[in-house]
Protein backbone atom coordinates (compact mmCIF):
# COMPACT_ATOMS: atom_id res chain seq x y z
CA UNK A 1 0.00 0.00 0.00
CA UNK A 2 2.97 2.42 0.99
CA UNK A 3 4.73 2.17 -2.65
CA UNK A 4 1.52 2.78 -4.38
CA UNK A 5 0.46 5.69 -2.31
CA UNK A 6 4.30 6.67 -3.49
CA UNK A 7 3.77 6.39 -6.58
CA UNK A 8 0.99 7.80 -6.80
CA UNK A 9 2.27 10.74 -5.43
CA UNK A 10 5.45 10.42 -7.47
CA UNK A 11 2.45 10.56 -10.94
CA UNK A 12 0.45 13.36 -9.45
CA UNK A 13 3.30 15.83 -9.04
CA UNK A 14 5.32 14.78 -12.90
CA UNK A 15 1.76 15.68 -14.42
CA UNK A 16 1.48 19.07 -12.61
CA UNK A 17 5.17 20.16 -13.43
CA UNK A 18 5.17 23.60 -15.00
CA UNK A 19 7.37 24.73 -18.16
CA UNK A 20 8.68 28.35 -17.91
CA UNK A 21 9.26 30.34 -21.04
CA UNK A 22 10.78 33.99 -20.81
CA UNK A 23 9.42 36.62 -22.75
CA UNK A 24 10.56 40.19 -23.14
CA UNK A 25 8.39 43.00 -22.39
CA UNK A 26 9.41 46.03 -24.45
CA UNK A 27 8.17 49.75 -23.73
CA UNK A 28 7.99 51.98 -26.92
CA UNK A 29 6.82 54.87 -27.92
CA UNK A 30 3.81 53.07 -29.51
CA UNK A 31 3.05 51.09 -26.10
CA UNK A 32 3.93 47.73 -24.96
CA UNK A 33 5.38 44.81 -27.28
CA UNK A 34 6.20 41.40 -26.02
CA UNK A 35 9.41 39.44 -27.89
CA UNK A 36 11.53 36.59 -27.59
CA UNK A 37 14.92 38.69 -27.65
CA UNK A 38 15.69 41.35 -26.14
CA UNK A 39 14.31 45.15 -26.30
CA UNK A 40 16.32 47.70 -28.22
CA UNK A 41 16.62 50.06 -25.48
CA UNK A 42 17.22 47.77 -22.42
CA UNK A 43 16.34 50.49 -19.84
CA UNK A 44 12.77 49.90 -21.33
CA UNK A 45 12.58 46.40 -20.70
CA UNK A 46 10.95 43.52 -18.45
CA UNK A 47 12.23 40.28 -18.37
CA UNK A 48 8.53 38.26 -18.06
CA UNK A 49 8.58 34.20 -16.88
CA UNK A 50 5.12 32.73 -18.16
CA UNK A 51 4.37 29.23 -16.56
CA UNK A 52 2.83 26.67 -19.51
CA UNK A 53 1.49 23.54 -19.33
CA UNK A 54 4.33 20.63 -19.15
CA UNK A 55 2.04 18.17 -21.53
CA UNK A 56 2.64 20.40 -24.29
CA UNK A 57 6.10 20.46 -23.90
CA UNK A 58 8.28 17.74 -25.87
CA UNK A 59 11.99 16.97 -25.77
CA UNK A 60 13.48 17.91 -29.02
CA UNK A 61 16.90 16.18 -30.13
CA UNK A 62 20.04 18.48 -30.80
CA UNK A 63 21.81 16.65 -34.10
CA UNK A 64 24.60 17.25 -36.07
CA UNK A 65 22.46 18.83 -38.40
CA UNK A 66 19.92 20.74 -36.00
CA UNK A 67 22.72 22.65 -34.73
CA UNK A 68 24.01 24.52 -38.10
CA UNK A 69 22.97 27.94 -38.70
CA UNK A 70 22.68 31.23 -36.69
CA UNK A 71 22.49 30.93 -33.23
CA UNK A 72 22.11 34.51 -31.19
CA UNK A 73 23.97 34.41 -27.33
CA UNK A 74 20.82 36.43 -25.79
CA UNK A 75 21.87 35.98 -22.41
CA UNK A 76 24.05 34.14 -20.06
CA UNK A 77 24.02 32.98 -16.19
CA UNK A 78 25.31 31.60 -13.39
CA UNK A 79 22.72 28.92 -12.93
CA UNK A 80 20.53 27.37 -15.30
CA UNK A 81 17.43 28.99 -13.99
CA UNK A 82 19.48 31.88 -12.55
CA UNK A 83 19.13 35.60 -13.69
CA UNK A 84 19.99 36.21 -16.70
CA UNK A 85 22.20 38.91 -18.10
CA UNK A 86 21.02 40.37 -21.79
CA UNK A 87 23.93 43.13 -21.89
CA UNK A 88 26.78 41.54 -24.13
CA UNK A 89 25.03 39.55 -26.58
CA UNK A 90 26.65 37.46 -28.87
CA UNK A 91 26.55 35.09 -32.74
CA UNK A 92 27.81 31.48 -32.86
CA UNK A 93 26.92 30.52 -36.59
CA UNK A 94 27.42 26.72 -37.01
CA UNK A 95 28.66 27.92 -41.01
CA UNK A 96 28.98 23.74 -41.58
CA UNK A 97 29.14 19.95 -39.70
CA UNK A 98 32.84 21.24 -38.79
CA UNK A 99 33.07 24.93 -38.65
CA UNK A 100 31.75 28.04 -36.70
CA UNK A 101 31.95 31.38 -36.33
CA UNK A 102 31.69 33.90 -32.87
CA UNK A 103 31.27 37.01 -32.84
CA UNK A 104 30.21 39.38 -29.66
CA UNK A 105 28.52 42.69 -28.77
CA UNK A 106 30.39 45.14 -26.85
CA UNK A 107 29.97 49.02 -26.22
CA UNK A 108 31.58 49.70 -29.07
CA UNK A 109 29.51 47.98 -31.04
CA UNK A 110 30.04 44.40 -33.00
CA UNK A 111 33.30 42.76 -32.73
CA UNK A 112 35.36 40.70 -34.73
CA UNK A 113 33.92 37.57 -36.24
CA UNK A 114 36.45 34.83 -34.87
CA UNK A 115 36.64 31.17 -37.16
CA UNK A 116 37.17 27.72 -35.45
CA UNK A 117 36.80 24.26 -36.21
CA UNK A 118 34.29 22.38 -34.03
CA UNK A 119 33.09 18.78 -33.53
CA UNK A 120 29.57 17.93 -32.21
CA UNK A 121 29.01 14.50 -30.16
CA UNK A 122 25.59 14.52 -29.58
CA UNK A 123 25.67 15.94 -26.22
CA UNK A 124 29.09 18.22 -26.37
CA UNK A 125 29.97 21.18 -28.97
CA UNK A 126 34.17 20.73 -28.21
CA UNK A 127 35.49 24.28 -30.09
CA UNK A 128 38.93 24.37 -31.36
CA UNK A 129 39.97 27.22 -29.69
CA UNK A 130 40.99 27.59 -25.71
CA UNK A 131 39.42 30.43 -25.45
CA UNK A 132 35.33 29.04 -26.30
CA UNK A 133 36.57 25.50 -25.19
CA UNK A 134 33.78 22.80 -24.48
CA UNK A 135 29.95 23.01 -24.15
CA UNK A 136 28.01 20.46 -22.79
CA UNK A 137 24.64 20.76 -24.06
CA UNK A 138 22.23 21.36 -20.86
CA UNK A 139 18.88 21.41 -22.80
CA UNK A 140 17.64 21.73 -26.49
CA UNK A 141 13.83 22.71 -27.68
CA UNK A 142 14.41 23.32 -31.08
CA UNK A 143 14.34 26.59 -30.71
CA UNK A 144 16.03 27.26 -27.50
CA UNK A 145 19.31 26.13 -26.80
CA UNK A 146 20.97 26.03 -23.35
CA UNK A 147 24.45 25.34 -22.92
CA UNK A 148 26.94 24.66 -20.18
CA UNK A 149 30.20 26.49 -20.55
CA UNK A 150 33.99 25.43 -19.80
CA UNK A 151 34.35 28.10 -17.20
CA UNK A 152 30.84 27.63 -15.04
CA UNK A 153 28.24 29.45 -16.19
CA UNK A 154 25.45 29.02 -18.89
CA UNK A 155 24.74 30.68 -22.49
CA UNK A 156 21.10 30.71 -23.60
CA UNK A 157 20.78 30.59 -27.56
CA UNK A 158 18.08 30.72 -29.63
CA UNK A 159 17.80 30.38 -33.14
CA UNK A 160 18.78 33.07 -35.25
CA UNK A 161 21.05 36.12 -35.25
CA UNK A 162 20.97 38.73 -32.77
Known amino acids: ?39 VDENKQELVTIKGDNASSSSVELTADSLVGKWCEFATSLEVSGTKDSSAPATWHFKSKD ?17 NQYSFDGSTVDINNSMIGSWEVESFSGSILILSGPYGGYAHLRRGGC
Not at 14 to 34: I, N, P, R
Not at 99 to 115: I, L, N, V
Open 99 to 115: QMSYTYKSMQGKGKERF
Open 1 to 39: MYKILVFALFFVGFLTQTTLAEVYKCKTDQGVKFQDTPC
